[in-house]
C-alpha cells in the first residue's frame, strides 16, 4: 500500500511539471536562432549590469509631520562682512516677545572686504553651486548624501596680508534664539537695552560712514554640517547710496535629517529679498541696515536615505532576464513566421506557374494528336506489321 502510495504521489508531482523535458533529438538548432540567442545574451548581460548600479544608488525619501518641539533653542550661525568699521555698528536678535538675545557669541573681526585670489575663487564657485541649485533642486539630494564628504563652506583664511587699513568688519559666531519668530539685524551704533525692547546708538556715527554693502559668506539655523549650500550663502550687495536698507524675510522648516553617512537635527529655509534707499523727503522711511527676519513654519521635514532592498533587486534582475527572453523568443517566431510565409507564397507562384505549362503542355500535345489521328494509326498500324512479321 504505501508503494503503490508512493508511485501515485510521484505520478501526481510528474503530471503536475511546468517545466516538461524534450529529448535532444527534437531539438533543431539554426544560425539564426543562434544569432538572436547571442544578442538576446548581450541585452541580458548589459540590462543586469546596469541594474546593479540602480540596487547600489540610494535616493532621499521625504515625510512631512506637524513639528511639537517649541522648547528647543533655535541657534543661528553667520559669517556676514559688512563694508564699515566694527565700532561703527552692532549685531543682535529681537524676537517676536520684543525680547532681546545676548549676542555673546557674535565676534567682531576687522578685515578687508575685497577677498584675495583664492577666495574670490571660493565665492565664484559657491555663486555657480547656488545656480545649479536653483534650475535643478535634485541636486540637494546629492549633497545631503554626501555631506560628511563635502567641502567646507567657510569662507577660506587669507593668503596675502595687504598694506591697505582694514575698513570692513567681518561679523561670525552663532546665536541660540528662542523657536519663534524674530528679526536679526545689523545696524549703525551698538545695542543698548530699552524698557520697551531695544535701541542702537548711533547719534555719534556720521551719516557719511555709513555703508551697508555687504557679503554673506554663511547664513544658516540650527546644526551646521559640512557640504550644506544653504539660499543665502554666497549673497554679495553692493550699495552707492549711505542710507540703505537691506531686507531679508526668511521661512525655515525645520528639518531631521537621517542618512548613511550621519543623523542630524537642522533647519531649511526659503528667502526673498527687497532693497530700498531710505529717503525721508521721498516717502521712504526706515532704518539704514541689513534686517533678516524669519519665521519658523509649524511642519517639520524628515529626509531619510533609503536603499533598494535585496529581494526586489533579484525580483527586477528575473524579470529582466524573463521578459528579454520572451520578447526575442517571440520576436524570433513572427519574423520567422513572416519570413515563411513570403517564401511559401513565393515558391507556391512558381510551383503554379510551372504546373500551368507543364497542363498548357499537355493540352497542346492531346489537341495535335487529335488534329493528326489518321496519319497516327497508319503509322501505329505499320509498326505493329513489322513486328509480327
Not at 515563411?340 to 495535335?368: A, K, M, S
Request: charged share 20%; with cysteine.
Amino acid at each position: 500500500m504505501r508503494r503503490l502510495t508512493k508511485k501515485k504521489a510521484l505520478s501526481l508531482v510528474k503530471e503536475l511539471d511546468a517545466f516538461p523535458k524534450v529529448p535532444d533529438s527534437y531539438v533543431e538548432t539554426s544560425a539564426a536562432g543562434g544569432t538572436v540567442s547571442l544578442i538576446a545574451f548581450t541585452f541580458m548581460a548589459v540590462l543586469a549590469f546596469l541594474e546593479f548600479f540602480v540596487y547600489r544608488d540610494t535616493w532621499m525619501n521625504y515625510e512631512y509631520e506637524v513639528d511639537k518641539d517649541f522648547s528647543s533653542k533655535l541657534r543661528i550661525n553667520m559669517d556676514i562682512t559688512v563694508a564699515m568699521k566694527c565700532q561703527y555698528i552692532g549685531a543682535d536678535v529681537l524676537d517676536l516677545a520684543e525680547t532681546m538675545v545676548a549676542s555673546d557669541g557674535i565676534e567682531y573681526e576687522p578685515v578687508h572686504f575685497e577677498l584675495s585670489p583664492q577666495q574670490k575663487f571660493w565665492h565664484k564657485t559657491l555663486l555657480h553651486i547656488q545656480e545649479r541649485l536653483r534650475e535643478e533642486h535634485s541636486l540637494q539630494n546629492v549633497l545631503f548624501k554626501t555631506t560628511m564628504k563635502g567641502s567646507p563652506t567657510a569662507l577660506p583664511p587669507r593668503e596675502d596680508n595687504p598694506s591697505q587699513p582694514l575698513e570692513s568688519c567681518r561679523i561670525h559666531g552663532h546665536l541660540y534664539v528662542n523657536k519663534v519668530a524674530g528679526n536679526f539685524h545689523i545696524t549703525v551704533g551698538k545695542a543698548i537695552p530699552h524698557p520697551r525692547g531695544h535701541a542702537h546708538l548711533a547719534a555719534l556715527v556720521s551719516h557719511e560712514t555709513y555703508n551697508f554693502s555687504h557679503r554673506i559668506d554663511h547664513f544658516s539655523f540650527g546644526e551646521k554640517l559640512p557640504g550644506i549650500i544653504n539660499p543665502l550663502d554666497g549673497t554679495e550687495k553692493v550699495s552707492n547710496e549711505h542710507n540703505h536698507m537691506f531686507q531679508y524675510f526668511i521661512t525655515i522648516v525645520p528639518t531631521k535629517l537621517n542618512t548613511y553617512q550621519m543623523a542630524a537635527e537642522t533647519n531649511q529655509y526659503s528667502v526673498t529679498e527687497r532693497e530700498r534707499v531710505i529717503d525721508h523727503a521721498a516717502g521712504s522711511h526706515g532704518v539704514s541696515g541689513i534686517f533678516m527676519k524669519y519665521d519658523i513654519s509649524s511642519l517639520m521635514v524628515k529626509i531619510t536615505e533609503q536603499h533598494m532592498p535585496l529581494w526586489k533587486f533579484f525580483i527586477r534582475l528575473c524579470g529582466i532576464v524573463g521578459g528579454i527572453f520572451s520578447t526575442t523568443g517571440m520576436l524570433h517566431g513572427m519574423v520567422g513566421f513572416i519570413v515563411d510565409v513570403i517564401c511559401c507564397r513565393f515558391q507556391l507562384g512558381v510551383h503554379r506557374q510551372r504546373e500551368e505549362g507543364l497542363l498548357d503542355g499537355q493540352n497542346n500535345g492531346e489537341n495535335n494528336e487529335q488534329d493528326n489521328g489518321p496519319a497516327d494509326l497508319t503509322g501505329n498500324h505499320t509498326q505493329c506489321l513489322e513486328a509480327e512479321s
